[in-house]
């Protein structure tokens, strides 16, 4: 049929407002795409990687200033991994991964911060609060021969930073592309991309790879502003995103960091 979703795409069903009041989801994003194509043409040069996206968006640097923090609380809720969700689980109308090859660590959502989460990833959480205009960010847990298929997101207006944390032996078999662009991720060097460019997942070996992905406003000029900041506005409040955000709360206990330093020092 015309209006099935792709393979490996959630079904589009109905996007809930409020708990009684929905709207059919594929023509609205259908509709934000065309924005989002139109928003392209205004939108900084794209993908960018390494010390070019480094320059164009500086800010960025908080985590690069966090990277050993960060990569401690990574090593913390990976001890944690069995209870990790995938995304599908969290959102069942979002991208699929077959069984539970691809899982996710959501810390914020639109603006809202999953509290029950980012407890266990406090130096984390830190270093993303010192970015502004973060919408949303999350640890994208990528097995070894899995592959996320080609899609596009739909927030339109919307930068997405990759900050990679843990890459196979051989990065070049783990790549995304974007756009027909090619990379491939090195722990420590961001990829900065617009999401609603089609883009395509494929790890080609037998290890996992760990990115922090957050997405983050573009500052659009007026009026494209207008619309994505009510886009923005609408969608945070919908019941839909508060039923991700309820699920994603998996309440992986908090890190006791001076527990940590007791287990180091006893090894």
Known sequence: ????????????????????????????ENFNLKMSDMILRNMPKLPLAGEEAMRVFPVLGELKKSHDKIMADLQYLLSHHEEIPTLHEVHPRDLYVPGRAW???????????????TAAVPDTIAAINRIP???????????????????????????????????PKEPEKCWIEIGGHHFHWEVGKPLVFDDTREHWVKNQTDETRVVLIIDFDARMPFPVSLYTGLRYSLVRRSAEVLKVIERAAIGVPPRDKATDAKLAKAA
Not at 105 to 115: A, R, T
Not at 136 to 142: G, P, Q
């Open 1 to 28: 049929m015309a209006n099935e979703s792709p393979k490996g795409v959630g079904h589009k069903g109905r996007f809930y407002l409020t708990k009684n009041i929905w709207l059919p989801q594929q023509p609205l």
């Open 133 to 167: 205009g973060v919408h949303t960010a999350l640890f994208s847990i990528l097995h070894g021969r899995a592959e996320i298929e080609p899609h596009r997101g739909s927030a339109a207006g919307v930068v997405r930073f990759h900050y990679p944390l843990i890459v």
């Open 103 to 117: 899982r996710t660590f959501l810390l914020k959502l639109m603006g809202h911060e999953v509290k029950e989460n």
